[in-house]
């Protein structure tokens, strides 16, 4: 089993879509968690930290069930610009990331 | 402010030779990590620094990769010899030290092809 399993995408959705994703992580001592975005051959960047209460940035919209050992992402009125792969990564000794899910939003 | 640069972008070599990949990370910043992204896989550890000190070598995936911090600056990841399946994304990242640092920021990777 991945220590960091997520929804195997892609995800194809039409702008103005909400779309969520889900990661799972097997490591219950994981202290610290993450949204990464990542651009065809970019970089990872950060989108958001994941904190127990959720958070929200605008659009984004993070939880984490610790109990559960489950993280989500929900993105509402997809803009085309949100397309990307979304990484899910947990920290507990070293960072641990998920494969991604690609994000398509179209027209 | 600079971001988190590698050199080189790119690298083609054959079964056998040495390459050797350079990482500097945002000044100022201790800690210092590397990551593989292998086709069709997930972002995997390597290992971390913090300042010129291994802090984590977990995820070398075998004696033919050394990673070197001298002076705790900028970072070199050495592969020798290359196999083929050491092709892929190699990401550096960096952080301060410190609570509530715990964003990493990643240089934009040097794409390694062994053939």
């Known amino acids: 089993r991945k220590e960091v399993e997520q929804d195997p995408g892609p995800f194809n959705v039409p702008e103005g879509a909400t779309v969520a994703f889900n990661c799972t992580y097997s490591n219950s001592a994981s202290q610290s968690f993450f949204w990464y975005r990542q651009d065809c051959r970019k970089e990872p960047k950060l989108l958001m930290s994941v904190y127990s209460s959720g958070n929200e940035d605008g659009r984004f919209t993070a939880q984490l069930n610790r109990a559960s050992q489950y993280i989500s992402l929900l993105i509402r009125d997809s803009k085309l610009s949100d397309s990307a792969t979304y990484l899910c990564v947990v920290n507990g000794n070293d960072m641990r990331f998920g494969a991604g899910t690609r994000l398509t939003v179209k027209p | 402010e600079a971001g988190v640069t590698q050199f080189p972008s790119h690298s083609v070599i054959e079964k056998g030779q040495t390459v050797t990949l350079r990482c500097d990370p945002i000044s100022g910043h201790d800690n210092l990590y590397w990551y593989r992204r292998v086709m069709g896989k997930e972002i995997k550890f390597l290992l971390h620094?913090?300042?010129?000190?291994?802090?984590?070598e977990s995820g070398m995936p075998n004696n033919r990769f050394l990673a070197e911090r001298t002076g705790g600056t900028y970072s070199t990841l050495k592969v020798q010899p290359a196999e083929l399946e050491d092709s892929g994304v190699y990401f550096c990242?960096?952080?301060?030290?410190?609570?509530?640092?715990?964003?990493?920021?990643f240089g934009p990777g040097t794409r390694l092809t062994v053939l």
């Open positions: 990242a960096s952080r301060p030290s410190g609570r509530g640092y715990n964003e990493q920021f």
């Open positions: 620094f913090v300042k010129e000190s291994k802090q984590d």
